[in-house]
């Protein structure tokens, strides 16, 4: 079996700081500090997850040069790169790789409103337009 390089469900609550952050680098601590009333995750359950992410090739980091204890972490991963990726593996172990059928089950099961369906329709052609751009 592959080896996961996405964010776990818990990861993505780390990742979505990160992703909603105005500097592309934080420290553990920072990250601790902006988690705190999002999620009950302990500091050292933080600390983990970063290792996690960081072996995942989700984040990488540098040490501090003055604290050889801090670690400065980067994001590598967009958060665009890792739902198309979540999403490949989804329709890969649910649906056997039919993106068909994986959006069928995903729109029948839906309530959709006519603005919403419009947008859906909007992306269709776009796709369409895509694939015959490579034609």
């Known amino acids: 079996m592959d080896r996961e390089t996405t964010p776990s469900q818990s990861e993505w609550l780390i990742m979505e ?3 909603a952050n105005d500097t592309p680098t934080m420290t553990a601590k920072e990250v601790i500090g902006k988690m705190q009333g999002r999620s009950d995750m302990s500091p050292r359950m933080v600390r983990v997850l970063l290792n996690r ?5 989700v984040l990488s980091y ?3 040069e003055h604290d050889l204890r801090v670690y400065h972490y980067t994001v590598e ?3 665009e790169e890792c739902q198309r990726e979540k ?8 649906f056997e790789g039919s993106r068909k059928n994986a959006m069928a089950a995903l729109l029948q099961g839906a ?3 006519e603005e919403q369906l419009h947008e859906l329709e909007d992306i269709l ?11």
């Open 62 to 64: 540098t040490v501090d």
């Open 77 to 79: 991963k967009s958060k």
């Open 125 to 135: 052609e776009k796709c369409k337009d895509k694939d015959q751009d490579k034609e």
């Open 17 to 19: 700081v990160f992703w």
């Open 53 to 57: 992410l960081w072996q995942k090739g």
């Open 111 to 113: 309530k959709l409103t």
């Open 87 to 94: 999403s490949r593996k989804f329709v890969e172990s649910y």
